[in-house]
C-alpha cells in the first residue's frame, strides 16, 4: 500500500477518534518512519529541529497508541497499520461493519445510506437485482484496488473467485 493511502487511513481513524485531522509535521513523521528515516533525517528535509520532531513524534504514537488500542512505537508502527488496515478491509469484505478499538462503528460505501423504498409499480427484475449487486461489487474492487490491494487479496477479502476479480478492468 502507498504512503498517501496509509496515511489517509490514519488520518481517518484519527479523525473518527478525536475529531482531529494530522497536521503536517505529523504526516512527515509517519511517512519518515514508514521509510525507516531517523528523526534527525525528518527534521533535517523539512527543516525542523530534532527536539520538536521528537517531541511531536512522541505526542503523535502516544495518540496512535489511543486510536488503535494498542501501543505503537516507532518500531511496530507499520505492522500495528498492516494489521488494522487488513481487518478493515476484511471485515469490509464481510458484511461492512467494523467494530473494533479504532470505533468505526459502520462503514458505508455507497453514496446513500437510507435503505431503499421499493417501488412497487414495477414488478422485481432478478436481473437488475443482479447488476445491481455486480456494480456494488466492481465499485468495490475498484476501492480495494486504490487501496494498493492485490487481486489476490480483494478475492480473498470479498470471497469471490479470483477470476471474478481479474475480470474486473480498472476503468470500469
Keep these: 500500500m502507498d504512503s498517501p493511502q496509509i496515511l489517509q487511513f490514519v488520518d481517518e481513524a ?4 478525536t ?3 494530522l497536521n503536517n509535521l505529523q504526516r512527515r513523521i509517519i511517512a519518515g ?8 533525517d525528518v527534521a533535517e528535509t523539512y527543516d525542523y529541529s530534532s527536539q520538536h520532531v521528537k517531541k511531536a513524534s512522541h505526542e503523535l504514537l502516544q495518540m496512535l497508541s489511543e486510536v488503535f488500542g494498542e501501543q505503537v512505537k516507532k518500531s511496530n508502527l507499520e ?3 498492516e494489521r488494522h488496515i ?3 478491509i476484511t471485515t469490509l469484505g464481510n458484511n461492512n461493519t467494523f ?3 479504532n470505533k468505526i462503528s459502520y462503514i458505508n460505501n455507497c453514496p446513500n445510506a437510507s435503505t431503499p423504498t421499493p417501488d412497487l409499480s414495477q414488478p422485481e427484475n432478478p436481473d437488475l437485482q443482479q447488476k445491481s449487486k455486480n456494480k456494488t ?3 468495490t474492487i475498484d476501492k480495494l484496488r486504490q487501496f494498493g490491494l492485490s487481486d489476490e487479496q480483494i478475492a480473498e ?3 469471490i473467485p479470483l477470476e471474478q476479480v481479474k475480470q474486473v478492468d480498472f476503468e470500469e
Excluded at 484519527?14 to 477518534?17: D, F, Q, R
Design 14 to 17: 484519527v479523525y473518527t477518534n
Design 19 to 21: 475529531g482531529k485531522r
Design 33 to 40: 518512519i514508514l521509510k525507516r528515516q531517523r528523526y534527525a
Design 79 to 81: 505492522s500495528v497499520l
Design 86 to 88: 487488513n481487518q478493515t
Design 99 to 101: 467494530k473494533d478499538s
Design 137 to 139: 461489487k466492481i465499485e
Design 157 to 159: 477479502a470479498l470471497d
